[in-house]
């Protein structure tokens, strides 16, 4: 059985996320929450919303980062639903952390740029800087708000009930 296929409730994700009903439902009436992670459902009496684990990424990732200190809003949900649904490289799948064995993945991310990196054992904080100093769009970041988005994916799976190891190997094969 995969989490990745479930689909969660507006108080699901309330209770997994830590993120208030309504401010969900108010990242939905704003367009927030789009693509794929549109809901199911919900907008009449009766129907409940319900979001994909993609989704659940999105507000779990919006969340880290706002607790992190990013105040926009936009970016935020940006650089969450760069990271849960697209990816630029082979060696991370969408919504996952990087595959290889005893790396962490940070979300680093401003108001109008995000990326993800894979950080390794052993590498310092300079590496990590010239890591993100490259070219992106032709200017160089010379800020912004970090999180580990590994722990984010893994307390996320954990507060669903999954296994975030077992995820890990269904979706990359033995590391």
Partial sequence: MTVRKDK???GQVADITGVTI???QNWC???YIMGEAVPEGGGSQGRHRKFSFEALLVIAFV???IDAGMRDLVGAFRAASQFAYATNTAQRLPGLPFGQQGSRTLIVAGSDWSRAIAVRP???AFDLFLALSGEDEGKRQIGGVWIDATAVFEKTVRRIGGDPE???LRAYGPR
């Fill in 8 to 10: 969660f409730t507006s």
């Fill in 22 to 24: 309504n401010d969900i």
């Fill in 29 to 31: 009436k704003r367009g």
């Fill in 63 to 65: 969340k880290a980062l």
């Fill in 122 to 124: 052993g590498e310092s």
């Fill in 166 to 168: 077992a995820e890990m």
